[in-house]
């Protein structure tokens, strides 16, 4: 398995869905989560495996200093494009994750890998990657995809034959990630070098809810109970992403 990198057949397909209630309950926890922990100064980012450039144009919209990487070129130059229309500037870098410790020598204030992890071969690989990319004082913003959202999900739905073989990873070539992620398991590798400050689920109700349910409600009354519930013990690990903040040590 290699790590999966997108062309514009996934541009189209993000698009939609940061059009839709999925990416803006998305981006709102991520917004909230990191407007409570950040200092009110320019900070250095690097946005790794940037995407379409949601986030980091949030963030430099906020006054900081912003580089996006990305492997794929539609993608990044969708972000530019982004960016571009909102009179916004920042770095842009094409360049896969295996390759920015030796193209960047100066560390980051605040470090993004969102929905980065489950699309490659061997995720736990690029956590030594991110420790040296984050500054001794700064902080790793990541987001994953969650398996034990799918693997509820897929109790739900009575796909039982699926969880017996733990079949969990999307079809290939499909825009289900490829491998998701055990929280405890990551927990574990994260031990040795970060701490985690903060945890919250990413839509820990919406996938769930009934189409019917899903297309009467309300978009900014999904992301009100959205942002209410994500810290909630009983539902935060039910969110179809996990977003954890870490300081490393």
């Known amino acids: 398995m290699n790590d999966r990198h997108?062309?514009?057949?996934?541009?189209?397909?993000?698009?939609?869905?940061y059009g839709g209630a999925k990416g803006a309950i998305r981006l709102a926890v991520l917004q909230a989560d990191l407007s409570e922990i950040l200092p009110q100064r320019p900070l250095r980012v690097?946005?790794?495996?940037?995407?379409?450039?949601?986030?980091?144009?949030?963030?430099?919209?906020?006054?900081?200093?912003?580089?996006?990487a990305e492997p794929a070129?539609?993608?990044?130059?969708?972000?530019?494009?982004?960016?571009?229309?909102?009179?916004?500037?920042a770095t842009f870098i094409q360049s896969p994750w295996q390759e920015l410790a030796e193209q960047l020598?100066?560390?980051y204030d605040l470090v993004l890998c969102h929905a980065v992890l489950e699309w490659l071969a061997?995720?736990?690989?690029?956590?030594?990657?991110?420790?040296r990319l984050t500054a001794t004082d700064g902080w790793l913003s990541l987001a994953f995809y969650n398996?034990?959202?799918?693997?509820?999900?897929?109790?739900?739905?009575?796909?039982?034959?699926?969880?017996r073989k733990q079949e969990f990873a999307g079809e290939k070539q499909s825009l289900t990630p490829q491998r998701p992620l055990d929280p405890r398991e990551l927990a574990a590798q994260l031990a040795a070098t970060w701490t985690v400050e903060h945890t919250s689920g990413v839509r820990v109700f919406h996938d769930y809810m009934p189409m019917e349910f899903q297309t009467k409600a309300e978009g900014a009354a999904l992301v009100e109970?959205?942002?209410?519930?994500?810290?909630?013990?009983?539902?935060?690990?039910?969110?179809?992403?996990?977003?954890w903040i870490c300081r490393p040590h």
Do not use: C
């Open 6 to 17: 997108f062309d514009e057949l996934a541009v189209r397909f993000a698009e939609k869905i």
């Open 73 to 89: 070129a539609p993608m990044l130059e969708g972000a530019r494009q982004r960016f571009a229309e909102a009179g916004q500037t």
């Open 105 to 107: 020598h100066e560390p």
């Open 225 to 243: 109970m959205e942002l209410a519930y994500r810290r909630h013990p009983a539902f935060a690990g039910l969110g179809r992403y996990l977003h």
């Open 46 to 68: 690097l946005d790794i495996g940037a995407g379409l450039g949601h986030m980091s144009l949030w963030l430099a919209q906020q006054g900081h200093i912003v580089t996006l």
């Open 122 to 131: 061997e995720p736990a690989a690029i956590l030594p990657v991110l420790h």
């Open 147 to 163: 398996q034990d959202a799918l693997i509820y999900r897929n109790l739900l739905k009575g796909h039982f034959r699926k969880l």
